[in-house]
């Protein structure tokens, strides 16, 4: 309806404006103070970047709800791996917050989120624009990978929590768990989908362009 396919648009809208305002700072930071800018990059945007993801957990109730045709199981795994990383592994421990790795993992984050929100928006007033529909769904193939390894590498980085320090063989489970289902099924699984999703749907963009 048009109701709903207005409030799916003001929801891309608000996360194209976080995610880029967060992409647009870290060039700058970068451009302004080089390497000196990797190591406060959690300090100054992670307010901005916890609250777009907290506001991402939302796309699962419209799945849910059947306002967004999208598959739940994928889009579950890509949502509760980044809630499980920013605010169990970098949120709760200083330690992490000042590794260079958190930054790659947030450029490559905020890169994927912006040509990913800049395309819903324009698929709700239906417009598709050819070279962003393939770079929408060509861009997460070799991103995706890439940020699963800076998760893993991230949580290598983690130390013991203070605060689960009579619960230490459960911390020291949870990372090996959680790394053998990202690595193995869980990002198997993904990156199958990221393909068959984006034959999909370019394979109709093509077929509509010949149409035309």
């Not at 529909?133 to 193939?141: A, E, G, V």
Request: with cysteine; aromatic share 14%; charged share 15%.
């Amino acid at each position: 309806s048009f109701t709903m396919n207005t409030y799916l648009f003001v929801y891309d809208l608000m996360q194209f404006c976080g995610h880029s305002w967060i992409f647009t700072n870290m060039i700058i930071r970068f451009m302004s103070f080089g390497k000196d800018s990797l190591a406060d990059t959690f300090y100054s945007i992670g307010l901005v970047m916890r609250l777009c993801q907290l506001l991402s957990i939302l796309e699962i109730l419209h799945i849910l709800i059947g306002i967004d045709k999208s598959r739940l199981f994928p889009r579950f795994l890509q949502i509760t791996e980044r809630i499980i990383v920013l605010f169990v592994v970098i949120n709760s421990q200083e330690e992490v917050q000042g590794k260079y790795i958190v930054c790659v993992l947030f450029f490559l984050w905020n890169l994927l989120d912006v040509v990913r929100y800049t395309y819903n928006m324009l698929a709700r007033t239906g417009i598709y624009y050819l070279p962003l529909t393939w770079l929408n769904f060509s861009l997460c193939i070799p991103l995706y990978p890439l940020s699963v390894l800076a998760k893993g590498k991230e949580m290598g980085c983690v130390p013991t929590p203070r605060f689960l320090n009579e619960l230490k063989t459960l911390w020291t489970l949870l990372p090996r768990s959680y790394t053998i289902l990202c690595f193995d099924s869980g990002m198997c699984f993904i990156i199958q989908h990221l393909f068959s999703e984006r034959k999909a749907c370019l394979g109709t963009v093509n077929t509509k362009k010949k149409r035309s």
